[in-house]
């Protein structure tokens, strides 16, 4: 495939995945991350795709409001396989409470399955915002 193609795949994949998070459309998150996938986030053990989707359904159903932006910093294809790294910023908001922001790196591992770019592995290191 075309590198620039890819590229662009990926940015879009990221763009999905945050407007989805956004709607709180966990389908659609699901369906962007291999079966297999391996999150790494700071203070828990890693985690798969049944965990995120737990998570994830039981943050759509409650009164969380979640947005997001990624400032995508650099990404490789090599074959099969990409890897993206990012600034990603994620602000959480509860009616009648103070929004909270947490903002770090992401080192992402894509595979292509099927042609169609996939989350296979990430490391999220999101915390405060950097003052």
């Not at 999150?39 to 985690?47: D, E, I, M, Q, Y």
């Not at 039981?58 to 990624?70: E, I, K, L, N, V």
């Not at 990404?75 to 770090?104: F, H």
């Amino acid at each position: 495939m075309n590198g620039r193609k890819d590229e662009d795949e990926i940015r879009a994949l990221v763009k999905t995945w945050l407007s989805a998070t956004k709607a709180g459309d966990t389908a659609t998150v699901l369906g962007l991350m291999a079966d297999d996938v391996v999150f790494l986030v700071p203070g828990k053990p890693p985690f798969g795709k049944k965990e995120f989707a737990e998570a994830a359904r039981a943050q759509a159903d409650s009164a969380m409001q979640f947005d997001g932006s990624s400032e995508i910093l650099e990404i490789t294809v090599a074959g099969d396989w990409a890897y993206l790294l990012s600034k990603l910023s994620v602000k959480i908001t509860v009616a009648g409470e103070q929004p909270v922001t947490r903002s770090g790196h992401t080192l992402t591992i894509l595979t292509r399955r099927d042609g169609k770019w996939l989350l296979a592995r990430d490391a999220n290191l999101l915390g405060p915002p950097e003052k």
